[in-house]
């Protein structure tokens, strides 16, 4: 599940000392003093619809560390879906930004899934609320493995990213839908700069992703202002449709 980063530059690495005692992820957030909207977004996630990026994996197979050809398309899309959060026993209704993100191996097909997301007033974070999964199998639909949804089996809502409280060494859940997706970020480098087919970046963010669903594994992802994510594991952004 590690991909390499091969195109990161000026690295700001946590001091040794934090190593030490490292904080707990955090999973309890203030949401009920959250005004939610499905468009804004901040500088590194965009919900604004039209947006499309394009990844490959292109720079891995040229360098003989991937054997096979990977490619992601991210839409965000002008589709909203209404969820539903529990708020002091009573029922709450989100409108929450679709995003769609279209995985294919060899051109084959392997997942469709459409992520929910909104944005925090006054706070600007952007929250993740779940996601429908398509898992694809000779083209057809084998599997939803993966699926959550805010509000449902107890799954609560988790941040994908902050505003302006980027802190090293700052942990939190993306996803809290126990038993099913419990995916956590931890910030580990900021003003990265990044040279990509998509184009040069400056001021990016690198966060890695970790689950206690399955221990050691880990996931690297670089963000930029005012593209989002270019990087995640071995793909890389290719082109960007804004």
């Avoid at 191996?105 to 993740?128: G, H, Q, T, W």
Wanted: charged share 30%; glycine share 8%; aromatic share 10%.
């Amino acid at each position: 599940m590690t991909r390499h980063n091969r195109c990161v530059a000026l690295l700001v690495f946590l001091p040794l000392a934090a190593a030490a005692e490292e904080p707990d992820f955090t999973d309890d957030f203030p949401v009920e003093q959250c005004a939610f909207m499905p468009f804004g977004g901040n500088a590194y996630f965009s919900l604004m619809p039209g947006r499309r990026t394009y990844f490959d994996n292109s720079s891995c197979l040229a360098s003989g560390e991937c054997e096979e050809r990977e490619d992601l398309i991210i839409t965000v899309t002008s589709g909203v879906k209404k969820v539903w959060l529990d708020d002091d026993g009573k029922r709450r209704p989100v409108w929450t930004r679709v995003i769609v993100e279209e995985e294919r191996e060899n051109n084959e097909l392997k997942e469709i899934s459409r992520n929910y997301f909104a944005m925090c007033m006054p706070s600007r974070d952007v929250y993740y609320f779940g996601e429908d999964v398509d898992i694809y199998e000779d083209g057809r639909i084998v599997s939803h493995e993966g699926a959550w949804l805010a509000g449902r089996d107890g799954a609560e809502p988790g941040i994908i990213m902050p505003d302006s409280a980027f802190i090293l060494g700052q942990r939190y859940y993306q996803e809290v839908a126990p038993g099913v997706a419990l995916d956590r970020a931890e910030h580990v480098a900021a003003g990265l700069e990044i040279d990509l087919h998509a184009g040069n970046f400056e001021d990016c963010l690198e966060v890695t992703e970790t689950t206690p669903l399955e221990p050691g594994s880990e996931s690297t992802k670089v963000y930029c202002p005012g593209v989002g994510m270019v990087i995640d594991n071995d793909l890389e952004a290719i082109a960007v449709e804004r």
